[in-house]
């Protein structure tokens, strides 16, 4: 196994299993996302900088989580319909994750173990947490949900 997000696959909002070596060569933002949450008008954040940005090689994965508030409370069908009616998102959308505890996505405790938090600290803390990766696949960068994607646009185009 290579020590990159290469090594994982995930199941996308439809079910379907997509290896992150797809993404190879790309400029990735992971975030961890809610659809209930005061930070999710970041989404409309995310996508204008996936929409202004695609085309140099960048894109975005969302991973719906309910781990905290329970703000994410809907069926993967649901959160599609809610991310397409409501922010017209067109980045890739996974299926809803655990980012914390036993049941941890493996992607997840790889991205937490190349980015600690604040301190050190492992664990995500809250909806909006992003991770820069760059095109080998290596995690480089930890932003905090505060972080809005407009606040973080130079530090992403620098890994383009």
């Known amino acids: 196994m290579s020590d990159s997000i290469y090594q994982f696959e995930v199941n996308d909002i439809k079910g379907n299993k997509v290896s992150l070596a797809d993404f190879r060569g790309k400029t990735l933002l992971i975030v961890n996302t809610a659809s209930k949450c005061g930070f999710t008008p970041q989404y409309e954040g995310l996508e204008s900088l996936y929409e202004s940005h ?8 969302g991973f719906p989580c309910n781990q905290f508030g329970k703000q994410e409370p809907g069926s993967d069908q649901e959160i599609a319909n809610f991310c397409d009616l409501t922010f017209k998102v067109s980045f ?6 655990d980012v914390n505890g036993d049941d941890s996505e493996p992607l997840y405790d790889y991205l937490k173990k190349q980015a600690p938090g604040v301190l050190g600290s492992k664990s995500i803390k809250w909806n909006f947490t992003k991770f820069l990766v760059n095109q080998e696949g290596q995690v480089i960068k930890r932003f905090a949900p505060k972080d809005k994607p407009e606040d973080i646009e130079k530090e992403v185009l620098a890994n383009l």
Do not use: A, E
Not at 55 to 61: A, H, N, Q, S, T
Not at 92 to 97: A, E, R
């Open 54 to 61: 695609k085309d140099k090689g960048l894109v975005v994965l």
């Open 92 to 97: 890739p959308m996974f299926s809803k994750v």
